[in-house]
């Protein structure tokens, strides 16, 4: 299992106390703006055991954030295989969810670079996407500072949403291996 360290950051493993934080935040509108709906304790609950497994399978994964000078769980940064099909799968995707009170710290860009890192190198990856609802634009902004490039012809419609719906519409980002030493 790897946990990924930054200067002010820690990924590591999900820890059933990370469980009822990581609930609350799904619950809240404001951090869920961007995806289909809230989610129950169930469903993040679920999430957590995938992504638990994930990690404890491959070395990476969707690692749980930590701030390493207070130990406060702040939410998840790391690497994903999507779950649904697209044009561009297969592919292994970066993502980050992050409380409220986590926002404007530069902590999901800070976390993102760890994840690429580790991504290109000890996974072996030779690239990664990033997608999210054309209206996140913070996310797409972390793309950005990550060094990631907007594949205009490759957004896309999410297959798991209804047509007509508000979040449908996805944009596309990459970033290969090259692009990624580029920019170290």
Request: charged residues 25%.
């Amino acid at each position: 299992m790897t946990d990924l360290s930054t200067d002010r950051l820690l990924l590591r493993q999900w820890r059933d106390s990370d469980r009822e934080p990581w609930a609350a935040m799904n619950a809240d509108p404001v951090v869920m703006e961007h995806f289909p709906a809230v989610q129950s304790r169930a469903d993040s609950d679920a999430m957590v055991d995938r992504a638990s497994e994930q990690i404890e399978a491959a070395g990476w994964g969707l690692w749980a954030l930590e701030v390493r000078d207070t130990g406060e769980f702040i939410g998840f940064t790391g690497l994903a295989v999507p779950r649904f099909e697209a044009h561009f799968m297969p592919t292994v995707e970066i993502g980050w969810r992050l409380a409220k009170g986590a926002w404007g710290n530069g902590y999901a860009t800070e976390a993102a670079r760890a994840a690429l890192a580790h991504g290109f190198g000890p996974a072996g990856l030779d690239e990664i996407v990033s997608f999210t609802a054309t209206t996140n634009v913070p996310s797409q902004r972390v793309m950005q500072r990550i060094g990631m490039i907007h594949d205009a012809a490759g957004d896309f419609d999410h297959p798991r949403l209804p047509d007509g719906h508000r979040l449908q519409r996805h944009v596309l980002y990459r970033i290969d291996r090259a692009q990624w030493e580029s920019t170290r």
